[in-house]
């Protein structure tokens, strides 16, 4: 009989046990997908670095075969392997650039074969990136006319392939989203090489990859390595681009994405627990006749739980079902076609698991709670409507100063919001962070768009950027100065010693770049690094470490064991590095040798496809074309978040109308019975909606841009540096799209006060 009960209440409260369900159904959603696709992008890395041993350590220089062995019987060193990479050309189009990479085994960083043959030393062929390879329609078979400093390497695509250090893969550093189409990276035996290569002397190494045994034990082993080879760069693999990349993704989206998700979940919850406790009170009187029927309280109780506990449970698992299979798949995809790693796939969290069995017990709970306050009370009194308790203040507020002059309208409404104040504060809160959501995610938009002009329009003050090959000679470098100007600089890797000895790698930006490359401070103005007695550190290193100005630096080049004590003696912004500049007049005066990797030009290289002793030549309207690739990744993420935002708004403005309209069926009544029109009632009902709308969208706005501004200060990865930058159409696109959302579901629930039954309502009460 009380399942038949159940039934039937469910049926006459359909819309409020559509809307519990929908908002359950949003929030574990968003939450278990947003987990899933985290959780499946750090566990897809794991056993991909493990499964394909990624190295735990790079050696930098010039090396050798005999380098490689003296490196294998260092104590703990399990493994070492050489790679020679080069930057080349396609011969037939020299706008697309392949970073070459020539091996003699592939123990370390081994292959992940998509496509083609394993790695074999004695097999011919190279072994391309996969999205390299899918971007210029490449197949198995296909042969490739690859050139480097004069020769012509003619190799059949003998396969397809990710590699674990290669998980993000860009032409330079000034490029921060790789452009496939233009830029991959291949493999190839060193045998082919030496096939075209006869001076036996000229192979080198310029990486050895190290495996190491113990982790604990990488800081002993660069230092026997520092020993026993000279002039080397030693890198832990977790200094990499490719490493601290797809690391960094992870723990922003950790962060940021973390708030958005725990959002979600708040305002979906928050509105569950007040609509069923609403939904009990409106059971008080059935609850009266089943305890005056004699039924026990346990059972009454259990069967209200049950209302809350079978509709959240349901909706919890198609929460999970829906964030592993959409949202997870959506993101984790987007992801997937930024970073070079195989099976990415979202994977549920047992803290999704507890996430939605605790809503379930929450609302659960939480219906216990006011069924078992109905029950306290006397029989008699549970078969009465309760009666609502008002305190006199929150009438009188409507009779005293400005108040006085108010429409019946607004001091209705102002009333009714005092009488109902969980409710109110409920619907505030609820549209609140909806609008809050809408502004931050419109805003981190503008933000990245804003970041991108400072970066490339500002900051990067020239047209083409030339990368310069590390074994040029001086001479070499005039001749391209004189060729191009003499608007250089330099990047050396660096180790910074701390108090305590421990060293932390970074790199010094050497600038003898004239206004080419020019300098922000904190507040994006223009400044000249003009002091040639020290160094000068990016705002946000200085405060991860406490560095002040005058505080004195120790450190050294890497490869070269001679330490350098510096005085800080100014602070500069670097919306995407975090590191030390240095004049070149500072970094000659203390005896080390100026050589430029880049030299900065504004003349026309339109035409131009290769020029000697340079690398790459990136232009900056490229620089630019890829960030703007990397806003339409963002887009879709955004996008996706902006639509449940606005459909779970939508879902609890609904929820509160329907709860603030059940509640006014009496109050309504009798206005009609006063004589009131549905008109003027509808406009009552509306205009509490439309000043809850008006609150929450005051409160959301700034909310909005606070969230916004957080996120990128404190979330986002380390070597980044930039805040919120919210336009004013965001907020206006915000405040017009709540209020209006607020206003159409208002204006469609006002639609049933013609429907309310006068005798019903009246008579009910009695």
Same mark, same amino acid.
């Given at each position: 009989?009380?399942?038949?009960?159940?039934?039937?209440?469910?049926?006459?409260?359909?819309?409020?046990?559509?809307?519990?369900?929908?908002?359950? #159904?949003?929030?574990?959603?968003?939450?278990?997908?947003?987990?899933?696709?985290? /959780?499946?992008?750090?566990?897809?890395?794991?056993?991909?670095?493990?499964?394909?041993?990624?190295?735990?350590?790079?050696?930098?220089?010039?090396?050798?075969?005999?380098?490689?062995?003296?490196?294998?019987?260092?104590?703990?060193?399990?493994?070492?392997?050489?790679?020679?990479?080069?930057?080349?050309?396609?011969?037939?189009?020299?706008?697309?650039?392949?970073?070459?990479?020539?091996?003699?085994?592939?123990?370390?960083?081994?292959?992940?074969?998509?496509?083609?043959?394993?790695?074999?030393?004695?097999?011919?062929?190279?072994?391309?990136?996969?999205?390299?390879?899918? /971007?210029?329609?490449?197949?198995?078979?296909?042969?490739?006319?690859?050139?480097?400093?004069?020769?012509?390497? /003619?190799?059949?695509?003998?396969?397809?392939?990710?590699?674990?250090?290669?998980?993000?893969?860009?032409?330079?550093?000034?490029?921060?989203?790789?452009?496939?189409?233009?830029?991959?990276?291949?493999?190839?035996?060193?045998?082919?090489?030496?096939?075209?290569?006869?001076?036996?002397?000229?192979?080198?190494?310029?990486?050895?990859?190290?495996?190491?045994?113990?982790?604990?034990?990488?800081?002993?082993?660069?230092?026997?390595?520092?020993?026993?080879?000279?002039?080397?760069?030693?890198?832990?693999?977790?200094?990499?681009?490719?490493?601290?990349?797809?690391?960094?993704?992870?723990?922003?989206?950790?962060?940021?994405?973390?708030?958005?998700?725990?959002?979600?979940?708040?305002?979906?919850?928050?509105?569950?627990?007040?609509?069923?406790?609403?939904?009990?009170?409106?059971?008080?009187?059935?609850?009266?006749?089943?305890?005056?029927?004699?039924?026990?309280?346990?059972?009454? @109780?259990?069967?209200?739980?049950?209302?809350?506990?079978?509709?959240?449970?349901?909706?919890?698992?198609?929460?999970?079902?829906?964030?592993?299979?959409?949202?997870?798949?959506?993101? @984790?995809?987007?992801?997937?076609?930024?970073?070079?790693?195989?099976?990415?796939?979202?994977?549920?969290?047992?803290?999704?698991?507890?996430?939605?069995?605790?809503?379930?017990?929450?609302?659960? #709970?939480?219906?216990?709670?006011?069924?078992?306050?109905?029950?306290?009370?006397?029989?008699?009194?549970?078969?009465?409507?309760?009666?609502?308790?008002?305190?006199?203040?929150?009438?009188?507020?409507?009779?005293?100063?400005?108040?006085?002059?108010?429409?019946?309208?607004?001091?209705?409404?102002?009333?009714?919001?005092?009488?109902?104040?969980?409710?109110?504060?409920?619907?505030?809160?609820?549209?609140?962070?909806?609008?809050?959501?809408?502004?931050?995610?419109?805003?981190?938009?503008?933000?990245?768009?804003?970041?991108?002009?400072?970066?490339?329009?500002?900051?990067?003050?020239?047209?083409?950027?030339?990368?310069?090959?590390?074994?040029?000679?001086?001479?070499?470098?005039?001749?391209?100065?004189?060729?191009?100007?003499?608007?250089?600089?330099?990047?050396?890797?660096?180790?910074?010693?701390?108090?305590?000895?421990?060293?932390?790698?970074?790199?010094?930006?050497?600038?003898?770049?004239?206004?080419?490359?020019?300098?922000?401070?904190?507040?994006?103005?223009?400044?000249?690094?003009?002091?040639?007695?020290?160094?000068?550190?990016?705002?946000?290193?200085?405060?991860?470490?406490?560095?002040?100005?005058?505080?004195?630096?120790?450190?050294?080049?890497?490869?070269?064991?001679?330490?350098?004590?510096?005085?800080?003696?100014?602070?500069?912004?670097?919306?995407?590095?975090?590191?030390?500049?240095?004049?070149?007049?500072?970094?000659?005066?203390?005896?080390?040798?100026?050589?430029?990797?880049?030299?900065?030009?504004?003349?026309?290289?339109?035409?131009?496809?290769?020029?000697?002793?340079?690398?790459?030549?990136?232009?900056?309207?490229?620089?630019?074309?890829?960030?703007?690739?990397?806003?339409?990744?963002?887009?879709?993420?955004?996008?996706?978040?902006?639509?449940?935002?606005?459909?779970?708004?939508?879902?609890?403005?609904?929820?509160?109308?329907?709860?603030?309209?059940?509640?006014?069926?009496?109050?309504?009544?009798?206005?009609?019975?006063?004589?009131?029109?549905?008109?003027?009632?509808?406009?009552?009902?509306?205009?509490?909606?439309?000043?809850?709308?008006?609150?929450?969208?005051?409160?959301?706005?700034?909310?909005?841009?606070?969230?916004?501004?957080?996120?990128?200060?404190?979330?986002?990865?380390?070597?980044?540096?930039?805040?919120?930058?919210?336009?004013?159409?965001?907020?206006?696109?915000?405040?017009?799209?709540?209020?209006?959302?607020?206003?159409?579901?208002?204006?469609?629930?006002?639609?049933?006060?013609?429907?309310?039954?006068?005798?019903?309502?009246?008579?009910?009460?009695?």
């Amino acid at each position: 009989m009380l399942r038949k009960k159940m039934i039937r209440d469910i049926k006459q409260n359909l819309s409020q046990f559509i809307t519990i369900f929908l908002m359950v #159904f949003i929030g574990v959603m968003v939450y278990s997908g947003i987990e899933s696709y985290m /959780e499946g992008m750090k566990q897809t890395a794991n056993n991909f670095y493990t499964q394909n041993n990624l190295q735990d350590l790079n050696v930098m220089g010039s090396l050798s075969k005999e380098n490689i062995e003296t490196i294998k019987q260092i104590d703990n060193v399990k493994n070492a392997e050489g790679k020679l990479n080069v930057s080349t050309v396609l011969d037939d189009n020299n706008d697309i650039t392949l970073s070459m990479n020539f091996i003699e085994s592939n123990e370390i960083s081994k292959f992940y074969i998509i496509e083609g043959k394993e790695f074999d030393a004695n097999t011919k062929g190279v072994w391309l990136d996969n999205f390299f390879a899918q /971007e210029n329609n490449l197949k198995i078979g296909d042969t490739l006319k690859i050139k480097y400093d004069g020769y012509v390497f /003619e190799e059949e695509v003998a396969g397809f392939i990710n590699v674990p250090d290669h998980l993000y893969d860009v032409k330079d550093e000034s490029q921060l989203y790789p452009d496939h189409k233009s830029f991959g990276f291949a493999y190839a035996s060193t045998k082919e090489l030496e096939k075209y290569i006869k001076n036996i002397d000229y192979l080198k190494y310029n990486y050895i990859m190290v495996d190491i045994d113990n982790k604990d034990k990488i800081n002993e082993v660069k230092n026997d390595i520092e020993e026993k080879i000279e002039n080397v760069v030693l890198m832990n693999i977790e200094d990499t681009p490719s490493y601290t990349q797809y690391k960094g993704e992870i723990e922003e989206g950790e962060t940021y994405i973390g708030v958005f998700s725990g959002l979600f979940l708040f305002i979906a919850l928050l509105s569950v627990v007040t609509t069923m406790t609403r939904v009990v009170k409106k059971q008080r009187v059935q609850i009266g006749t089943l305890k005056a029927l004699g039924f026990k309280k346990n059972k009454i @109780i259990l069967h209200y739980i049950s209302y809350g506990f079978w509709i959240s449970l349901v909706a919890s698992m198609f929460g999970l079902l829906g964030g592993r299979y959409f949202i997870g798949n959506v993101f @984790i995809g987007i992801e997937m076609s930024f970073f070079e790693i195989p099976n990415g796939v979202p994977i549920i969290k047992n803290d999704s698991y507890i996430v939605a069995l605790l809503v379930t017990l929450c609302v659960s #709970f939480v219906t216990y709670l006011a069924t078992r306050k109905i029950l306290k009370e006397k029989t008699a009194e549970t078969l009465r409507n309760e009666i609502p308790k008002v305190k006199n203040n929150s009438l009188n507020i409507t009779t005293v100063g400005i108040f006085k002059k108010m429409s019946f309208n607004t001091k209705w409404n102002i009333r009714d919001m005092f009488r109902n104040k969980a409710r109110t504060v409920t619907g505030i809160v609820g549209v609140t962070a909806c609008a809050m959501l809408i502004v931050c995610s419109l805003g981190m938009l503008n933000s990245m768009n804003y970041f991108i002009d400072l970066q490339f329009n500002r900051i990067f003050n020239f047209d083409y950027k030339l990368s310069i090959k590390s074994d040029i000679s001086n001479d070499e470098i005039k001749e391209l100065t004189n060729e191009y100007g003499d608007n250089t600089s330099e990047s050396l890797y660096i180790e910074i010693k701390d108090k305590d000895g421990n060293r932390e790698s970074n790199n010094i930006f050497v600038t003898d770049s004239k206004d080419y490359v020019r300098f922000v401070d904190n507040k994006d103005k223009f400044i000249k690094l003009d002091n040639d007695d020290g160094i000068y550190v990016t705002y946000k290193l200085a405060e991860t470490n406490g560095y002040k100005i005058g505080d004195e630096i120790i450190w050294h080049v890497s490869g070269d064991n001679t330490y350098h004590t510096s005085k800080i003696v100014g602070f500069n912004k670097d919306p995407q590095n975090q590191n030390v500049t240095a004049t070149r007049k500072y970094l000659e005066s203390l005896g080390i040798e100026y050589k430029p990797d880049s030299l900065y030009t504004n003349e026309d290289l339109s035409n131009t496809k290769e020029i000697t002793n340079v690398e790459v030549i990136s232009n900056i309207e490229q620089l630019k074309e890829g960030m703007d690739s990397m806003l339409e990744t963002m887009k879709t993420m955004i996008t996706l978040i902006i639509v449940i935002a606005v459909i779970l708004g939508v879902v609890i403005i609904y929820n509160l109308g329907i709860l603030s309209y059940t509640e006014k069926q009496y109050q309504f009544a009798t206005l009609k019975v006063l004589g009131f029109k549905n008109k003027q009632i509808k406009k009552i009902f509306i205009k509490q909606n439309n000043i809850i709308a008006v609150i929450s969208i005051i409160l959301g706005l700034p909310a909005g841009f606070y969230l916004t501004d957080w996120i990128f200060k404190t979330a986002i990865e380390e070597s980044y540096d930039f805040g919120a930058h919210i336009n004013i159409e965001t907020y206006v696109i915000a405040a017009i799209g709540t209020f209006l959302i607020s206003y159409l579901v208002s204006k469609l629930l006002a639609t049933k006060i013609k429907k309310i039954d006068m005798v019903t309502s009246l008579k009910g009460n009695e």
